[in-house]
């Protein structure tokens, strides 16, 4: 009988703390990729970030503001972070322009 090789143990611990490695789930900004695939790491984690701080935080809050000058204001920020994360930023911009008129979220 053979056996298989054993993983690193740092890798299956990497592994672990990656719900989507688990789940097989795709990255939520996934239909946002501009090859394809949208880069994991702080850029994305920060864009979600601040998309979540959009939506959930209260209304004229310091992290609310935050989130509304970044993802719709800024001539910058949000396009590079974007570009490191591997996403189209016109697309995503125009799709939250589209949830913002929707629901009147600020």
């Known amino acids: ?24 789930l795709p990255h939520p900004l996934s239909k946002f990729a501009a090859n394809g695939a949208v ?11 601040f998309i979540k701080d959009w939506t959930w935080e ?7 503001r935050a989130a509304v000058w970044f993802l719709f204001d800024s001539e910058r920020a949000f396009f590079v972070a974007c ?7 016109e697309k ?10 929707r629901t009147g979220v600020n």
């Open 1 to 24: 009988m053979s056996q298989r090789p054993l993983h690193p143990l740092e890798d299956l611990i990497l592994e672990s703390l990656n719900p989507r490695a688990i789940t097989g």
């Open 39 to 49: 880069k994991d790491g702080p850029y994305v984690d920060a864009i979600m970030e």
């Open 58 to 64: 209260a209304p004229e809050s310091v992290r609310q």
């Open 83 to 89: 570009f490191e994360a591997g996403i189209d930023a």
């Open 92 to 101: 995503l911009r125009s799709h939250l322009e589209l949830c913002r008129n």
